[in-house]
Each structure stands twice: as C-alpha cells, then as structure tokens.
C-alpha cells in the first residue's frame, strides 16, 4: 500500500468534523444560508444534515464493498479500465481544485485580519508549505494532531458562543417560514457542497484500523457537524439579525462583540487562532487526498515524490484562479452541480453498478 499507517473509526470521525466545521462555522456558510433562507436558515442546516447522512452513507456503502481500495482503484473494478481512469482522474481533479478554496480562503482573511500590507502569496505558501510536512508525515500524524486540535477548537467555540448569550434576540427569529419553504430549500442548496465533504472518506476507509461499526463514523460526525453548525447559524443570526446576509464572515464580526463584565472583550484574536489550525487540518486532508489519488491513478509506488509539485500547482492556482474573496464566494455558489454531482451522484452510481454486476464484497457491518 502507497500508505502504511492507521486511524481509527473516532480518528476518521474527528476528520470529516473538522474538515467541513473549519470553513463552515468560521467562513461563509451563514451568510450564505442567510441570504437566502433568512431567519430560517437554521431549518435549512437541518436539511443539510439529513443530506449529509444520506450521502455519507452511500459513500461507506461503496467503501465497505472495496476495504482495501480507495475509490480511484475501485472505479475501475467496477466500470472497467478505461471508464475507471475517467472517473479516477475526475477525483484527482477534484481534490485539487476543492483545496484552493480553503487556501484561497485562509489568504484572504489572513490579509484582512492580520497583516494587510503582505502579500498574498506569502500566507498561501505558509500554509502550504505547513501542510506539504503534515502530509509527507501521513495519514496517521495528521489525524493524531487532529485528535487534540477539534476537542480543544470545539470547547472555546462553544464558550464564545454562550458568551455572546446577553447580545442575542430572539426576535431575529420570527416569523418562522415567514415566505414560506421555497427560501429555506435555497438556503439548504447553496451549502450542499460542505455537507458532502463526507466524501474524503473515500480515500480514507482503507486505512481503518478496523471495518467494524464503521457506520458510526458517518453518523456520529454528523450530530457534531449539525449541532455546531446549529450553534454558528442560530448564534449568528440572534446577535446579528439581518446584517448576516451583508457581512462574509459573520462569525468573526460576531466574535468582535463580546464582552464579559469588561474583562474579557476583543476575542477575535483567539477565534482567528482557532480557525487558522482547523484550516490547517482541512488543507492537509484534501492535499493528502490528492496527492494520494494521483499517486494510485498514475500507478506509482509512493506518494511522497508528488508533495512539492503538487505544492507549487496548489500554490499557482489558488492565486490565479480567482481575483478576490468576492469571486471565490460567487464561484462557490456556481459550482454547487459539479461539486454535488462528484461528492453524491457519482458514488450512488457506482454503488448501484457495483450492486448490479457483483463486483466487490457485502458492504458488512457499515
């Protein structure tokens, strides 16, 4: 195998949270909720959620019937050489162009809240560059720093979000469905790309250390994502009411305002802390997926030879292929098919054809 280390079921968990939470809670996905679904935007993350679940589902399905291959070897088992390559090569693809949103995205607001006046190719190479040794290092070392990294981003973001409890107002929240369902189904629209996130597991599954009870991976992650993003959305909007819609990342300005007994005030710094390490993770897991998928596709021995290269052609397109955060959000919103059709459509297709000719084992005990 081009990977020899192992994780565990709750390490794969951890992952996936903190691979969609990173740029959810802390990015765009209230404002972006919100401008469609307004003060029901948290029915929409519930929507989400069960989406999420079902996708997830499929995806450990379709694992589980391969658990000793990722999804660029088993395509072709299941379609045939060339169509496998195809499909093989769309994940590659993939990868590539989903982590220039994080790193696009960490450049941005690193230029906005920390040093204005650098460049911004100097924060896309920081964390590329941290994120290039996490993922020489593998499998194993990325999700044993995750293992403390999200217990410890969860606890101090759950307690900045009770400490902005007195500035809330639940009348931000009424009338419920006031336009009716058709805003709350946008708003669950535009986020289908976060809550499918799920499909890093694809590369992950064999290297569990174990196959059993694999089911709680998907699922348990799922409550944490939801209740945390419940926690952002509904935090967001009681304190910032309509101005959500206007502001990109509202969790940040929100962060700005609070204030416990004028001791504690200003916290943002820590939230921006937070945030960076969680991106960090977030790179690292779509740049260990890539790099392993080209590796498999391409048929090498290791994977370790493609880090740097694929650095530089993260690096280049992560300035090139957008002009500013405005573009990235707008890009986002347009690609929600593409992204949909790769993260959910396609596993379901391969699911259905491995069912109908036989290929692979039962999917077990997922």
Do not use: H
Not at 236 to 255: D, M
Not at 273 to 298: D, N, R
Request: hydrophobic fraction near 55%; aromatic fraction near 12%.
């Amino acid at each position: 195998m081009l990977e020899e280390g192992r994780i565990s079921n709750r390490q794969a968990a951890f992952l996936v949270i903190t691979t969609i939470l990173s740029t959810t809670s802390i990015g765009f996905l209230p404002s972006m909720i919100y401008q469609e679904a307004a003060q029901d935007s948290w029915i929409s993350i519930l929507l989400l959620t069960v989406y999420g679940i079902v996708v997830g589902r499929i995806i450990m399905s379709l694992g589980m019937r391969f658990p000793d291959k990722t999804i660029v070897e088993y395509a072709e088992i299941v379609t045939g050489r060339i169509p496998g390559k195809i499909i093989g090569f769309l994940y590659v693809l993939f990868f590539l162009y989903l982590n220039t949103f994080p790193i696009r995205f960490f450049g941005e607001l690193s230029i906005t809240f920390f040093m204005p006046e650098t460049p911004l190719v100097f924060f896309l190479i920081g964390i590329i560059f941290a994120a290039a040794y996490a993922v020489r290092s593998g499998l194993e070392v990325i999700a044993r720093a995750n293992e403390i990294i999200l217990p410890v981003s969860l606890t101090i973001g759950i307690i900045l979000a009770i400490m902005l409890f007195p500035q809330m107002e639940i009348k931000n929240f009424i009338p419920v469905l006031e336009k009716g369902i058709l805003p709350v189904f946008k708003g669950t629209y535009v986020a289908l790309v976060y809550f499918a996130e799920t499909i890093v597991m694809v590369m992950f599954i064999p290297y569990l250390n174990t196959t059993r009870r694999t089911r709680g991976i998907i699922f348990k992650s799922f409550v944490v994502i939801s209740l945390c993003e419940l926690l952002a959305v509904v935090s967001t909007i009681a304190v910032l009411g309509e101005l959500a819609a206007r502001i990109p990342v509202p969790a940040i300005f929100a962060a700005r305002l609070v204030s416990l007994a004028e001791l504690i005030e200003r916290v943002e710094p820590l939230f921006l802390l937070l945030w960076v390490i969680a991106v960090f993770v977030k790179v690292s897991v779509f740049y260990y997926c890539f790099v392993l998928a080209t590796a498999q596709w391409l048929n090498l021995k290791e994977y370790k030879a493609l880090v740097l290269p694929a650095g530089v052609l993260l690096t280049v397109l992560s300035v090139v292929l957008w002009g500013n955060i405005a573009d990235l959000y707008e890009q986002m919103v347009k690609l929600v098919p593409y992204f949909v059709f790769v993260e959910a459509v396609l596993p379901l297709v391969l699911l259905v054809a491995a069912c109908l000719r036989g290929k692979g084992g039962t999917a077990g005990e997922n």
